[in-house]
């Protein structure tokens, strides 16, 4: 059965008792941590000074997820600071005239692993020959910038092309969805070959959040490719 990875995002957790839960969900994956500018998204959260205290708190590697103009400019200082997944958007990276490929690869000099994020409105296929330079594609299963709301399944199509397309190579892409994603939702990713799952509110809402770890784990696991 192929890995799955479960990557609980702090931004449904309560800032205020940070390290305590980071200590909740010490049975993920990795942590996601949302990252917004108030500029790329209508809604601000934490920049690298914050950051760099999760890293050095969270007993499990950080997933950072950029939600932010001009990634060229700060995603490497991420990598940096000790995360190890820095992805940023597609759509902020073009509007600043980044190079997609080589922000990726400064993100591997700096020691992380690179990943790219489409908005559920962005086509996916213009990407596909840059999956070799990444190793994550997110597929946005919400717009982004705000947790608690519902899945699109509508960009399930954008999820079984990247699927398609790494089938048959060597390359260790994973593909992750970020968005209501829930017990359900997660089988309907899984289904269509998503591999890396964001859940906010699903985990932090739950009464016990490892135990809804588990039980996310557990869904998309029987559901993997
Ligand atoms: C949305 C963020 C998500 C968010 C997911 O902009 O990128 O990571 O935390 O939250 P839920 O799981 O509540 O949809
Ligand atoms: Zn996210």
């Known amino acids: 059965m192929a890995s799955v990875r479960i990557n609980p995002s702090i931004l ?13 969900i ?15 998204v209508p809604n601000l959260t934490f920049g690298p000074q914050m950051v760099e205290r999760i890293a ?15 990634p060229g400019r700060w995603a490497p200082g991420y990598a940096r600071l000790g995360a190890a997944s820095v992805t940023f958007h597609a759509e902020a990276a073009e509007a600043a005239g ?3 490929a080589g ?26 020959d840059l999956l070799p330079a990444f190793d994550q594609l997110l597929v946005m ?3 982004p910038g705000f947790g ?13 092309t990247v699927r398609a397309a790494l089938q048959g190579t060597d390359l260790d892409v994973w593909l992750q969805v970020d968005g209501g994603v829930t017990r359900d939702t997660i089988a309907i990713a899984a289904d269509h070959g998503a591999d890396t799952f964001v859940a906010g509110s699903a985990v932090f809402r739950a009464a016990d959040p490892a135990a809804e770890i588990d039980a996310l784990r ?4 029987s559901h993997a490719h």
């Open 148 to 160: 608690g709301q519902s899945f699109i399944a509508d960009v399930m199509p954008k999820v079984a």
């Open 141 to 143: 299963t919400v717009e």
């Open 103 to 128: 922000l990726a690869g400064a993100l591997r000099a700096a020691g992380a692993r690179a990943g790219l994020a489409i908005n559920p409105g962005t086509p996916v296929e213009p990407y596909l």
């Open 56 to 70: 050095a708190t969270s007993p499990v590697p950080l997933d950072v997820h950029l939600m932010i103009d001009e």
């Open 218 to 221: 557990e869904i998309a696991s």
């Open 26 to 40: 010490a049975n993920a994956d990795l942590v996601h941590v949302d990252v917004m500018d108030n500029h790329f």
């Open 12 to 24: 449904a957790a309560d800032f205020a008792r940070m390290a305590d839960e980071l200590a909740r």
């Open 98 to 100: 980044d190079d997609l």
